[in-house]
């Protein structure tokens, strides 16, 4: 059962916008397609929540192939709690890949704080977004935090209303490009615009407060909106700061920093839940894992891998993870880049 590094399979999952034509993309597909399957949910132990949409059995959960038997690798993890994620408790965060062919619906996530306060959960949602790609004859940005910030009331005012004209009156684009790493703390309302390919790193839950009931006629069913909960009580989810767009580029977006034979994307000044690298392999690396599971994605070319000794191939648009217990990785390529999260 025990196996250091596993590939690990697409884990396409259902959301309340559409894309999914840059993964497809990314990943060197025949046939791309935009759809109602816009997110790949890399080795993720969280289960989609999904209200309004046909239940699905384990949706969400990411699934490996061991010694020929189809696990989700929450039940494997389970199995081999200490092989696979060290001293952590549980699978410390939730990486996706995420392709918006339209902007997605304005939103908050809570902070751990509010989450344990408020949810009984251990995790908010802290995310961090590392962009891979955009479309063509498309100008990416997001919307992050607030350039004109509203009263809380006045905000409950535009939720409850729909004063999507008020609504859109609160945030300025905030241009973005491919390479880029950014991050977005709990609380603080954003959306993703329209013709993104990213790579979306966050603690490991699915806590949201959707803003927009209705985009390019998809509807958030009322369930959907407020976290099981009503607007008055999320209204507290959210970060009131005025940020001017220069400040957001100050604030939000991550310089990277040389650390050994990696880049240093997001460190723990940012979060002590993940840590996120980028690896240029050209010739022959070793790292060490820390003791820490690390996912892998590569994002260029092709590269061969290896812990416990057997090696194997993984190309852009893969995925795989590694066991804490590997100890040490080893990378040989030409030119091929690898986004590590541990």
């Known amino acids: 059962m025990s196996q250091y590094i596993l590939k690990l ?70 199995r081999e709690k200490e092989f696979y994620l060290g001293a952590a408790a549980e699978m410390p965060f939730l990486c996706k890949l995420l392709d918006s062919q339209m902007r997605l619906h304005t939103q908050a996530h809570p902070t751990k704080e509010f989450s344990r306060a408020f949810l009984n959960s251990n995790h908010g949602k802290l995310e961090c977004y590392y ?45 973005v490009q491919p390479g880029q790493i950014w991050y977005i703390p709990g609380g603080v309302p954003h959306a993703i615009g329209e013709g993104i390919t990213m790579i979306e790193m966050m603690e490991p839950s699915d806590w949201v407060v959707r803003c927009e009931f209705e985009r390019e006629g998809l509807v958030v069913p009322p369930e959907a909106r407020f976290m099981g909960r009503d607007l008055e009580f999320c209204l507290d989810v959210f970060d009131y700061t005025e940020y001017t767009p220069q400040e957001v580029q100050d604030k939000f977006k991550l310089t990277p920093k040389p650390r050994g034979q990696v880049e240093n994307l997001v460190d723990t000044d940012i979060t002590r839940d993940f840590r996120v690298d980028r690896l240029k392999v050209q010739g022959e690396t070793t790292l060490a894992t820390e003791n820490r599971l690390m996912v892998g994605i590569v994002v260029t070319s092709e590269a061969e891998i290896c812990a416990g000794g057997s090696w194997f191939t993984v190309s852009k648009g893969e995925s795989f993870v590694v066991a804490a217990k590997a100890t040490e990785i080893h990378f040989r390529g030409d030119h091929a880049e690898i986004i590590l999260i541990s």
């Open 9 to 78: 399979n697409e884990n396409r999952v259902r959301r309340n916008y559409r894309g999914g034509y840059g993964l497809d993309v990314f990943k060197g597909k025949e046939a791309c397609a935009d759809g109602e399957t816009p997110e790949d949910w890399i080795c993720s132990t969280v289960t989609a929540k999904n209200p309004g949409l046909a239940p699905r059995e384990n949706e969400g959960l990411s699934q490996v192939l061991v010694d020929g038997e189809l696990i989700t690798v929450k039940e494997l993890f389970k």
């Open 131 to 175: 962009i891979l790609d955009v479309r063509d004859d498309v100008e990416p940005y997001i919307r992050l935090g607030f350039q004109h910030s509203p009263a809380r009331m006045e905000w409950k005012r535009i939720i409850e209303t729909q004063d999507l004209k008020a609504m859109d009156d609160c945030f300025e684009r905030i241009p």
